[in-house]
């Protein structure tokens, strides 16, 4: 699938790399950029679903990625950004040409081509999957002379078990689901610890103990041992962080 993404990058004149406002370092690819720079394309940074982060973590991010490349932030729900992002894109080819949207799995590619077009013009998943939803590379007109390529996703999300989740990998296909859950679980709860507790109706002293009860709660009994289906919790969690029902942000390298 990644030599997909690379082929797309040599048939345009620039990229636009989707990147998940919550997690910018994790959720971007700096081998695409450096492949996009060697072939002479541009690369725009975009920041979506900032609706899930303060306005001004999204522009202390904007900041520290301008450094690099020209960044927008936008949040596809709320129908923000995405007017400048179109500008952005018409500039940066002078009017005409065509542009591929590139990132990982869930970080909104497609959300914010149909967004651009005005209409569902590419398919949009409700679920991480492994492959990357887009199975294919489609072309879709965004403009009167201006066409975007939805690649797919960057395939496979590598890294730890935690990165690998957070960039779009299938909580069904991870060895251990709970490490990375936990680590969601952690960083939600210093962001605001009220938030879980809020959303799940369970109450939190530690995260193995939510993911516990969350599975108690919900009626999640493992059917060889009569314990809470603590896995089930945890894969829960990770969904859930992708359909934004988890939200926390981290800061950009001071």
């Given amino acids: 699938m990644l030599s997909k993404v690379l082929a797309s990058i040599r048939r345009v004149d620039a990229i636009v790399e989707v990147l998940?406002?919550?997690?910018?370092?994790?959720?971007?690819?700096?081998?695409?950029?450096?492949?996009?720079?060697?072939?002479?394309?541009?690369?725009?940074?975009?920041?979506?679903?900032?609706?899930?982060?303060?306005?001004?973590?999204?522009?202390?991010w904007k900041d520290y990625l301008s450094k690099d490349f020209p960044t927008i932030y936008v949040s596809t729900r709320m129908?923000?950004?995405?007017?400048?992002?179109?500008?952005?894109?018409?500039?940066?080819?002078?009017?005409?040409?065509?542009?591929?949207?590139?990132g990982y799995p869930k970080t909104g590619k497609s959300s914010i081509i149909n967004v651009?077009?005005?209409?569902?013009?590419?398919?949009?998943?409700?679920?991480?999957?492994?492959?990357?939803?887009?199975?294919?590379?489609?072309?879709?007109?965004?403009?009167?002379?201006?066409?975007?390529?939805?690649?797919?996703?960057?395939?496979?999300?590598?890294?730890?078990?935690?990165?690998?989740?957070?960039?779009?990998?299938?909580?069904?296909?991870?060895?251990?689901?709970i490490p990375p859950a936990v680590s969601i679980l952690e960083k939600a709860f210093q962001i605001s610890p009220a938030l879980l507790e809020t959303t799940y109706k369970v109450n939190y002293i530690s995260p193995m103990q939510f993911l516990q009860d969350l599975a108690k709660h919900r009626g999640w009994i493992d059917r060889s041992d009569k314990e809470p289906d603590v896995d089930l919790a945890a894969k829960t969690v990770i969904k859930d962080y992708h359909n934004g029902k988890i939200t926390y942000y981290t800061l950009p390298p001071e």
Avoid: C, W
């Fill in 116 to 177: 651009l077009k005005g209409k569902k013009a590419a398919s949009v998943s409700t679920q991480p999957m492994s492959t990357g939803f887009t199975k294919g590379i489609q072309l879709v007109k965004i403009d009167s002379k201006i066409y975007a390529i939805d690649t797919p996703g960057v395939i496979p999300p590598h890294g730890n078990p935690f990165e690998k989740a957070i960039r779009g990998t299938n909580p069904d296909n991870l060895d251990n689901p």
């Fill in 20 to 60: 998940d406002s919550r997690e910018p370092d994790l959720t971007r690819s700096r081998e695409i950029e450096g492949y996009a720079i060697k072939n002479g394309k541009q690369v725009i940074l975009v920041l979506n679903k900032i609706d899930l982060i303060p306005r001004e973590v999204a522009d202390r």
């Fill in 79 to 102: 129908r923000q950004g995405t007017r400048i992002l179109r500008d952005t894109i018409k500039e940066s080819l002078k009017g005409e040409g065509k542009v591929a949207f590139v």
